[in-house]
């Protein structure tokens, strides 16, 4: 054969100078050019060869070729769509016998089949598809990038390619050669025959080494029931088992018994704030900007860190590189439209814009201070990507968010978030990946006032730049070996309250901004004693700089902290350490499998946390304060200690698992009773260091495939926590206390049923423990006040909770090929309308002036929404 290629190769260069040459002198010469200009394919042949050749006057001219040949010793052959080879057929004659010979005294060649799975509404590389050759029992899965390759035998065979919620394609394929396939899947409602295949391996949660991780595709969430209109990330993320929040109304969530603030969440590298819109009903991700969503609540990977319960890591959509396409959808409380697609061969964008208006609902809510309300929000991102050449390439990222909140007559409150992210992903040799990130999130909220003369502006703020380097090794050992450093900066707005006019009586009050520099640098190495057992190492050394100016208060020593005794100020100068902490943060974890569907994990690791929220409230809110450690306020620490059993069922078409854990936190950050957080110089005196320690167990089953399946998960934890003043008084007596968010038992069924092509039905129902709340102990009449005293802190709880929601959604006719596609999607929040209590409190009757108790339900009403969806390409 690579005589014969050779061969040719020399005829085609031969006879690109005789064409040249004969172009002016003969009437074949003309005919080619022409055929060339009409065709774009130069035919290439010897000089003399022509004499054989016929040479008609009168001719169709795209059957030139075959006008040349006809009835003649030579034949032609077309060589990559540009060049048509004339030839004699002598030369294929012998090609012919010769490899008939070789072939029957040979084995069959071994060759190269890859390709790519794209998806065909979004015009995407589809990650985690499956290409098999049943016949030869061999099957691939696509890379992130939807690229896949096997090699087989010289032979016939038939191809499957598939993919979670798309229909099986199947091709014949021929295979006497190198194959390169480009393969689109279309969507499907209905069960695969073949096989369910979902982003990761089938059995990933038996064989990983990450115990407590998981990643849900955008596609995944999709099929849970939308709260309010929208496909919520972050509330999806609460029908995981460990994972709860304190009610409706509530930002942020909890991960194993800690705070909200102790998961970090990332939007393309840059760190989220505040994760949602509309006092937590909403969430910030859109899910026409959202690819995946992984959560890390068990071992924590060295390259995050900062936090202490878990890592929320989002990744936003690339930019198509084929076509352009819209999505979006149109709904009573919110609408959103999307667009994504090429600029050219080298770049690629894609952005959203969503906007939501629901006023005229909250207007419906049986409870006076919500149906007196007025929220909007919108929000925007954008991201490009951009190939620099085959070893570099560059992605942009962004983010933008702007809400109102008017509760009641006389108070609004604003909000505003903005990330930018700057990744540059380079291959500095075969082996050896890079990638720097800069990051920047900036958050920023306002309380308005607008009582006369009491209108005031209450506003803090959030600034963040950082600067991650990566480096990952992919040689055959230590695949998957990473390390690198991080520098992150932190100017904290502690606080200003200003007048609204000029007959406000509110007094203006300014408190400086904190600012701190935090770095880090790790190491993450995988190791395997044998295919039973592996486990990855991780160490982290991170180091914190409190920055100045700052003015330092010295106390009297041998009594409590407080504005009286205050002897002595130290100034800082700006940019000057006033205080530093450090230290290693070690991580490990261990896998054993026992059988291919049985495995246990193991993990223990140690974590930092250098910044705080501040809230003496239940439940923290988008106008909640953080602020840096300083020489007082300690960094947060927490060891975790997990365990957990692994086993799938039916050939991993059901997964079960069992995972248990201790978190020991032997510092937090604590309140004082009557503590005042807000506008407060001196913040130390009212906060206090802390111990606590959180333990559990987590149950989950779950059903991957068929027409019905969803899971059932149930967690059972705890969380304590302790204070003991060296000074003053303790609270709770010194002893344990639980947390604002200690609910021992959640309960969580997800379903979702397809039991035709078009239509699919999903639900979920939820019960968790009722928070704990402090409620008063005794009422006593001090010269003529009514003075309420509370008992220990978080004693009595609030009734349980327990909600059920369900929708539908009806996919609308649409070819195979169409362009256009679309649902509509029907939901029912709080189907029961049970009212749920978000808080327990007590206020003095006007008339005797004793409290009287009230049960706060943010919601207690169903709420239905409609949604259609669409995409055109």
């Known amino acids: 054969?690579?005589?014969?290629?050779?061969?040719?190769?020399?005829?085609?260069?031969?006879?690109?100078?005789?064409?040249?040459?004969?172009?002016?002198?003969?009437?074949?010469?003309?005919?080619?050019?022409?055929?060339?200009?009409?065709?774009?394919?130069?035919?290439?042949?010897?000089?003399?060869?022509?004499?054989?050749?016929?040479?008609?006057?009168?001719?169709?001219?795209?059957?030139?070729?075959?006008?040349l040949t006809e009835c003649t010793d030579y034949s032609f052959f077309?060589?990559?769509?540009?060049?048509?080879?004339i030839y004699p057929a002598s030369?294929?004659?012998?090609?012919?016998?010769?490899?008939?010979?070789?072939?029957?005294?040979s084995k069959a060649s071994i060759f190269e089949i890859k390709g790519k799975l794209r998806d065909n509404e979004m015009k995407t590389f589809i990650a985690g598809g499956l290409f098999s050759i049943p016949q030869l029992e061999l099957a691939a899965l696509t890379n992130e990038k939807g690229e896949f390759s096997v090699q087989v035998p010289e032979g016939t065979y038939i191809g499957y390619f598939s993919s979670m919620g798309k229909q099986t394609e199947q091709k014949i394929l021929k295979v006497y050669r190198d194959q390169d396939l480009d393969v689109i899947l279309f969507e499907t409602i209905s069960e695969l025959d073949l096989v369910t295949v979902t982003d990761r391996a089938i059995d990933a949660n038996v064989m990983s080494t990450l115990p407590g991780a998981t990643q849900m595709p955008m596609e995944e969430l999709k099929l849970l029931p939308p709260l309010l209109g929208e496909v919520d990330v972050v509330r999806s993320m609460l029908l995981l088992p460990g994972v709860s929040t304190v009610g409706e109304g509530a930002s942020g969530f909890n991960v194993r018994g800690g705070g909200v603030d102790q998961n970090l969440i990332l939007m393309d590298g840059a760190p989220v704030f505040n994760p949602s819109h509309m006092f937590g009903f909403f969430g910030i991700f859109n899910q026409d900007a959202v690819n995946d969503a992984t959560l890390y609540k068990g071992d924590i990977p060295a390259q995050f860190g900062g936090r202490l319960s878990s890592v929320l890591d989002i990744k936003t959509k690339a930019g198509d590189m084929q076509d352009w396409y819209l999505?979006?959808?149109?709904?009573?409380?919110?609408s959103r439209l999307g667009a994504n697609g090429p600029i050219n061969d080298k770049t690629q964008l894609m952005g959203t814009f969503r906007a939501a208006y629901p006023t005229w609902i909250l207007q419906r809510i049986p409870n006076t201070g919500i149906s007196e309300s007025v929220t909007n929000f919108t929000d925007g991102n954008l991201r490009i990507d951009h190939r620099i050449n085959d070893r570099n390439s560059l992605v942009i990222s962004a983010y933008i968010s702007s809400d109102y909140f008017k509760f009641g007559a006389d108070t609004a409150y604003t909000w505003q978030t903005n990330l930018a992210s700057m990744k540059w992903k380079s291959f500095w040799g075969e082996n050896l990946g890079a990638e720097t990130n800069l990051t920047?999130?900036?958050?920023?909220?306002?309380?308005?006032?607008?009582?006369?003369?009491?209108?005031?502006?209450?506003?803090?703020?959030?600034?963040?730049?950082?600067?991650?380097?990566?480096?990952?090794?992919?040689?055959?050992?230590?695949?998957?070996?990473?390390?690198?450093?991080?520098?992150?900066?932190?100017?904290?707005?502690?606080?200003?309250?200003?007048?609204?006019?000029?007959?406000?009586?509110?007094?203006?009050?300014?408190?400086?901004?904190?600012?701190?520099?935090?770095?880090?640098?790790?190491i993450q190495i995988p190791w395997k004693i044998s295919?039973?057992?592996?486990?990855?190492?991780?160490?982290?050394?991170?180091?914190?700089?409190?920055?100045?100016?700052?003015?330092?208060?010295?106390?009297?020593?041998?009594?409590?902290?407080?504005?009286?005794?205050?002897?002595?100020?130290?100034?800082?100068?700006?940019g000057e350490v006033f205080e530093s902490y450090g230290g290693f943060e070690p991580r490990l974890t261990i896998r054993y499998a026992i059988t291919d569907d049985f495995s246990v994990k193991a993990s223990v690791n140690r974590?930092?946390?250098?910044?705080?929220?501040?809230?003496?409230?239940?439940?923290?809110?988008?106008?909640?304060?953080?602020?840096?450690?300083?020489?007082y306020i300690k960094p947060q620490e927490a060891w975790q200690y997990a365990l957990g059993i692994y086993k799938n069922l039916k050939q991993n078409k059901i997964e079960t698992s069992l995972e248990v854990y201790y978190k020991d936190m032997p510092r937090i950050v604590e309140y004082l009773d009557g503590a005042q957080l807000f506008l407060n110089p001196a913040l130390e005196t009212d906060l206090v260091m802390g111990s606590g320690y959180a333990y559990g167990s987590e149950l989950l089953v779950r059903k991957n495939s068929g027409k019905l399946n969803g899971w059932i998960s149930y967690t059972f934890s705890r969380s304590l926590r302790k204070v003991e003043t060296e000074f003053g008084e303790a609270?709770?007596?010194?002893?344990?206390?639980?947390?604002?968010?200690?609910?021992?038992?959640?309960?969580?069924?997800?379903?979702?049923?397809?039991?035709?092509?078009?239509?699919?039905?999903?639900?979920?129902?939820?019960?968790?423990?009722?928070?704990?709340?402090?409620?008063?102990?005794?009422?006593?009449?001090?010269?003529?006040?009514?003075?309420?005293?509370?008992?220990?802190?978080?004693?009595?709880?609030?009734?349980?909770?327990?909600?059920?929601?369900?929708?539908?959604?009806?996919?609308?006719?649409?070819?195979?090929?169409?362009?256009?596609?679309?649902?509509?999607?029907?939901?029912?929040?709080?189907?029961?309308?049970?009212?749920?209590?978000?808080?327990?409190?007590?206020?003095?009757?006007?008339?005797?002036?004793?409290?009287?108790?009230?049960?706060?339900?943010?919601?207690?009403?169903?709420?239905?929404?409609?949604?259609?969806?669409?995409?055109?390409?």
Not at 445 to 472: H, K, R, W
């Open 327 to 334: 999505t979006g959808g149109v709904g009573f409380l919110s």
């Open 91 to 105: 030369l294929r004659d012998t090609y012919s016998e010769k490899l008939d010979k070789l072939s029957s005294v």
């Open 78 to 85: 077309l060589f990559q769509d540009k060049y048509v080879v």
């Open 531 to 574: 295919d039973k057992l592996q486990g990855q190492i991780g160490l982290r050394y991170s180091h914190f700089f409190a920055l100045g100016a700052k003015d330092v208060y010295q106390y009297q020593p041998g009594i409590s902290k407080d504005t009286r005794s205050i002897v002595d100020t130290i100034s800082y100068r700006a």
């Open 440 to 522: 920047y999130s900036g958050y920023r909220y306002t309380v308005l006032g607008e009582a006369s003369p009491l209108d005031f502006e209450l506003g803090s703020s959030i600034n963040f730049l950082g600067i991650q380097q990566q480096f990952e090794w992919s040689g055959e050992k230590l695949e998957g070996l990473q390390f690198g450093f991080q520098v992150n900066s932190y100017q904290m707005g502690m606080g200003d309250l200003n007048s609204r006019s000029k007959e406000s009586l509110i007094i203006p009050v300014a408190i400086p901004d904190e600012q701190g520099v935090e770095s880090a640098a790790y």
């Open 731 to 873: 609270v709770n007596q010194g002893g344990y206390f639980p947390a604002n968010w200690d609910q021992p038992h959640d309960l969580t069924v997800v379903s979702s049923w397809q039991p035709v092509r078009r239509i699919s039905f999903n639900a979920t129902f939820n019960f968790r423990t009722g928070r704990p709340i402090t409620l008063p102990s005794g009422i006593y009449d001090i010269g003529g006040n009514i003075v309420i005293d509370y008992q220990e802190r978080n004693q009595a709880r609030i009734p349980d909770y327990h909600r059920l929601d369900m929708g539908m959604t009806y996919y609308f006719y649409q070819k195979k090929n169409s362009n256009y596609k679309s649902s509509l999607n029907l939901s029912f929040y709080n189907v029961y309308a049970r009212r749920n209590a978000f808080s327990w409190f007590f206020q003095p009757t006007p008339e005797l002036g004793i409290p009287k108790s009230y049960r706060l339900a943010v919601i207690g009403t169903i709420i239905p929404s409609v949604t259609y969806n669409f995409s055109i390409r």
């Open 607 to 631: 974590s930092l946390q250098y910044l705080h929220l501040l809230t003496n409230n239940f439940a923290s809110a988008p106008v909640d304060l953080w602020k840096l450690s300083d020489s």
């Open 1 to 67: 054969m690579k005589i014969f290629f050779t061969f040719l190769a020399f005829m085609a260069l031969l006879s690109i100078a005789a064409a040249q040459e004969i172009l002016e002198k003969s009437k074949l010469a003309e005919q080619m050019e022409n055929y060339f200009r009409l065709t774009g394919q130069r035919i290439l042949i010897l000089d003399q060869d022509i004499s054989g050749l016929n040479v008609p006057s009168d001719l169709e001219l795209r059957k030139l070729p075959f006008s």
